[in-house]
C-alpha cells in the first residue's frame, strides 16, 4: 500500500518541476511513512511514498524495467503475482526483486495495457512507456485503490488522493454541480468530484494518453448478470461460496509483516475471522471499535467472535468529545464531506490497528454482494406488493395510504411510507428517491438554486448502471450498489485506514468471487425477510449461532442524539452560522427550521444535519484554505 502522484506535460519539450513533484508526493506522507522515490525524465515525473508490505528490503519505486523502457508507480497488492512470474521468467524477464510490482511490468512489457486482465488484486498504477511515449493509468476492477486526474492546458496530474493534485494546483473551485447528488445519496458517483476540473478514474478502466494519439479511456472489465441456474438449492449454493470464499482469504493473506483483522461482531467479519484463524499458525489479531451508548456497540458481539478465532482481540471505545475532536482532520484526509459517521471509528480502530500490524483484512462487499442492506428487504416486498396489484397501483389507493401513514407509529410509519403503495412506480423512486436523505422535495426547499436540481438527475449514475444488463430488480439493484455505493465506501476504507498508515483489504472483493456472487441469483440471497441467507448458510459450520441469526446493525453512530444534546453548537456554528449561512447555498429559513425540528425531537434531522455540517468543513479547509487544527474542536 502506497502513495503515488505524477505529472506529465502534454508538451514534450518541457520538463517537469521535480520540486513542485516533490510537494505532490509529501502531502501523501501518511500514506507511505517507510521510504519515499522520486523520478523524473523531461516531460514525465513519477513521486511514490512506501507503505511497505511485500518485498520490505527491495521493492522501491519508482521501478523500472531491465533497460529502463518503462517506469510505474503503483499502489495496492497483486495477489497473483507469484503465479504469474514463472511464465514471464520463461519468456526471458529478469527479476531483481520479490515485489509484485515488478511483475506488473514485464507483464506490461508482453501485453501492453491488457496485462490489467491478468491481475489478481487491488490495484491503481502509472506507467510510462518511454519507447512509445505513452503513459497508462489503470484502476483495478472494483475500485478498491483510489486514484484521480486533472488535465490542464500544459499537464496531466495524476495521485492517489485528491490534495495531492490540489498541491500542484491554483486555488481549487467547487463544483456546485453536484451538490444536489451529495445531497441526495452523500456522495458523488461516476467521474466527477467536488473539485471542478479533478475526475476519477472509474473502477475497471485504464486511461491512455500520447502526444500522437491524445486521451483514451477503456473499460476492461465489467460486473456479470446474474442468470437463473435451473434451480440449484441453497445447499449447493453455499457449498460452492464457501469454497470460492476460502481461495479468497487465503490469497489476501500474503504479506511479510503483520496483519490482522478489522471485526465488527457481524456476520461477514465473524466469518473472515474464523477461516483466517484456521489458515495461519500464530493466534490472528483483530480490532473492534465502539460507543459508551448501547444502541451503537456491538463490542459484546465482536469479543464473543474473537473467542471463536482464539483472537487476540483489542477495542476501542471513542467518546462524543473525541469523536468531533478528530472530525476536520478526516475531512482533510477523505478530501470530501465525510458522508458517513462511520468513518471516524473506522480511523480511530485503524489507529488502534497500526500500534499492531500494517495490514488488516475487512468484511466490505459483502452487503452490495450478498443484499445484506435493508433497502434490498423493502425492495423485495414492494415487489410482493405489487405483484397483488399489477404493475402500477391505482393512484387512489396510494393516496389513500399516503393520507394514512402519518397515523402510524414512528417506527410502522417509516415503513409504510416507503411502499410502493404510498409512492409512485419505478426505480427512481422506490429505490433511489426512497433513501435519499434529502429527496427531490427536501431539496427544492433547502437549495437557494434550485435549478440545480435541473442540470443533472442526482441518481442518473445509479439508474446507468441500474439499466446495465439484466435479473431481477434486486439484481439489478445490487450490481448498481456495486458500481456506487460500494466504490464510495471503499475510498472511506482506504482513505480512513491510510491515515492511520495501515494498508486494508478486502477478501468479498477478490474479482472471481465477485463473478460468482453477482451470478447467484436475488432469490438465494433474500429468503423472506432473511438477508444474506447464502452466506449465512456458507459460514454455518464456524460463525457462533448468535451472531449468524442476530439482525445487522451497520455500525450506528449516535450522531442524531449527540447534536440534539451536547453538542448542538456544531449544527449552530457549521449550519445555521454566519460563516455557512454566506455561502449562499441554502435558504436560511429551511436550515432553522430543519435544526429547530431536530432539536426539538419533533423530526429525526441527523443524518442531514451531519451531511451540512461536513460540507461547511470541507469548504473551510479547502476553499477557504484553513488548517483543520485551526478549525475549533466544539465551535
Partial sequence: MCGIVGIVNLDPRETVDEALLKRMRDVLRHRGPDGEGLW????????????????????????????????????????????????????????????????????????????????????????????????????DRLGIKPLYYAVTRRELLFASEIKAILAASPRPAFNETILPEFLANRFVAGEETF????????????????????????????????????????????????????????????????????????????????????????????????????????????????????????????????????????????????????????????????????????????????????????????????????????????????????????????????????????????????FAVFSDARQQALLANPEWLTLRDPYAEGLRCYAEGGGSPLDRMSRADVQTYLVELLMKQDQMSMAASVESRVPFLDHELVEHALGIPARVKLRGWRTKAVLRAALADCVPRTILTRRKMGFPVPVGRWLRAEFWPIVEEFVLGPRALARGLFRPAALRRLAEEHRAGAERHGDRLWLLANLEIWQRIFLDGEDPADIERRP
Avoid at 500494517?358 to 425492495?379: I, M, P
Fill in 40 to 139: 523524473a525524465e523531461g516531460p514525465v515525473g513519477f513521486g511514490h511514498r512506501r507503505l511497505a508490505i511485500v518485498d520490505v528490503s527491495g521493492g522501491q519505486q519508482p521501478m523500472a524495467n531491465e533497460d529502463e523502457s518503462c517506469w510505474i508507480v503503483y499502489n495496492g497488492e497483486i495477489y497473483n503475482h507469484a503465479a504469474l512470474r514463472p511464465g514471464l521468467e520463461a519468456r526471458g524477464h529478469h527479476y531483481r526483486t520479490r515485489s509484485d510490482t515488478e511483475t506488473i511490468i514485464h507483464l506490461y512489457e508482453e501485453e501492453q495495457e491488457r496485462c490489467v486482465e491478468r491481475l489478481r488484486g487491488m490495484f491503481a498504477f502509472a506507467l510510462w512507456d518511454r519507447a512509445r511515449k505513452r503513459l497508462l493509468l489503470a484502476r
Fill in 195 to 434: 473539485f471542478q476540473g479533478v475526475r476519477k478514474l472509474l473502477p475497471g478502466r485504464t486511461l491512455t494518453w500520447s502526444a500522437d494519439a491524445g486521451f483514451e479511456t477503456r473499460r476492461y472489465w465489467q460486473l456479470p448478470v446474474a442468470t437463473e441456474d435451473g434451480g440449484a438449492d441453497l445447499g449447493a449454493h453455499a457449498r460452492e461460496l464457501r469454497s470460492r470464499l476460502d481461495a479468497a482469504v487465503s490469497s489476501h493473506l500474503m504479506s511479510d509483516v503483520p496483519l490482522g483483522l478489522f471485526l465488527s461482531g457481524g456476520l461477514d467479519s465473524s466469518g473472515l475471522a474464523v477461516l483466517m484463524a484456521r489458515m495461519v499458525k500464530e493466534p490472528i489479531r483483530t480490532f473492534a471499535v465502539g460507543f459508551a451508548e448501547r444502541e451503537a456497540n456491538e463490542l459484546g458481539y465482536a469479543r464473543l467472535a474473537a473467542r471463536a478465532a482464539g483472537a487476540e482481540h483489542r477495542e476501542v471505545v471513542v467518546s462524543p468529545a473525541e469523536f468531533f475532536e478528530v472530525l476536520p482532520r478526516l475531512v482533510w484526509h477523505e478530501d470530501e464531506p465525510i458522508a458517513h459517521a462511520s468513518s471516524v471509528p473506522l480511523y480511530f480502530v485503524s489507529r488502534l490497528a497500526r500500534e499492531h500490524v500494517k495490514v488488516v483484512l475487512t468484511g466490505e462487499g459483502s452487503d452490495e454482494l450478498f443484499l445484506g442492506y435493508n433497502w434490498y428487504r423493502v425492495t423485495a416486498w414492494n415487489d410482493r406488493i405489487a405483484s397483488v396489484y399489477g404493475a402500477v397501483v391505482p393512484p387512489a389507493i396510494r393516496q389513500t395510504v399516503a393520507a394514512l401513514t402519518g397515523r402510524l407509529p414512528a417506527a410502522a410509519r417509516r415503513y409504510a411510507e416507503r411502499t410502493v403503495l404510498a409512492l409512485p412506480p419505478g426505480v427512481r423512486a422506490l429505490f433511489y428517491e426512497n
